[in-house]
Every structure is written in C-alpha cells, then in structure tokens.
C-alpha cells in the first residue's frame, strides 16, 4: 500500500465513524430514500438553498455500510457553501468518474473527495459510493422547485 493509499483509508475511515453533515430526518416521507439493495445502502437527503442559489444546508440520514456513510460525509464537507449549478456540475462528475465516463483524475480537483477514487477498481463499491450523489441530486432539484 503506497502512502497515499492510506491517507485515503484514514479519511475514508473518519468519515464513516464520525459522519459530518448527518442528521435524523424521520420527518421527512420514506419516498424520498434512495437505495442501493446489492448492499442494502439507504439514504434520505435534504438540500437547502438561500436566495442567492448557494446550499446554505445539506443532511443526510444514512444507513449502510462504511463506503455510502463516508461518501455522503464528504459529499456534505464538499458542496455546503458551493452555488447549485456548481455543486451540480461536481456530483454529475463524481459520478461519471466512478462510473468511466469522465477520467478519474476529474477527482483530484475535489479536495478529500479524491479519497474515494480507489472504489472505482470495484464495481460494487461504486454504487455505495454514488449513492449519497444521486440523492444529492434528486433533493437539489426539489430545493430549486420550491
Ligand atoms: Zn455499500
């Protein structure tokens, strides 16, 4: 393991078991979870925008295992105080790297996001690794229709 490997590991490991950004939101409907059942991943996630379009809050209720948590955590550290077409923009790369349809070093301008580009060698990390994303994107389009 080269050290960067396990810079990565740490941070991915810190986010897991100290969340940033997660909160309970039993409030909110259970229609608005998104879920990954090859890992049993769940989420609700709620977006805040203030007038000038910039996500002022961002929570998440997260269950699953330690990839989804961490990723929804730094997903929080990263897009809180970003304008929503910016933040957009972020997640649609995110996800298109993971994926292979954008190089992975799209990851290396995201600050400790790039702590996630070793999921893209496992297929079905990915998915626990975008879970938080999708979701991200699906509450800033609710965010902007209201
Ligand atoms: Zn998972």
């Known amino acids: 393991m ?6 990565y590991q740490e941070i991915i490991l810190d ?3 100290s ?27 709620e977006v805040e925008l203030d007038a000038g379009g910039t996500i002022s809050a961002l929570r998440f209720d997260a269950k ?8 929804a955590s730094l ?9 929503s077409a910016e933040a957009r923009e972020h997640a ?8 292979g349809d954008l190089p992975l070093d799209t990851l290396d301008e995201m600050g400790d ?11 079905q990390r990915v ?3 975008t879970l938080a994303w999708h979701a991200f994107l699906g509450a800033l389009e609710r965010a902007e229709a209201r």
């Open 75 to 83: 997903l929080f550290e990263g897009l809180v105080g970003m304008r």
């Open 15 to 17: 986010h897991s078991r």
């Open 92 to 99: 649609e790369s995110f996800i298109a790297a993971l994926r």
């Open 113 to 123: 996001i790039v702590a996630l580009k070793g999921v893209a060698a496992y297929p």
């Open 19 to 45: 969340p940033r950004g997660a909160a309970d939101l039993s409030r909110l409907p259970d229609s608005l979870v998104v879920e990954n059942p090859t890992c049993g991943d769940s989420i609700k996630l």
């Open 64 to 71: 699953g295992c330690a990839i989804s948590t961490a990723s």
């Open 127 to 129: 998915k626990c690794a």
């Open 2 to 7: 080269t050290a960067f490997d396990e810079l």
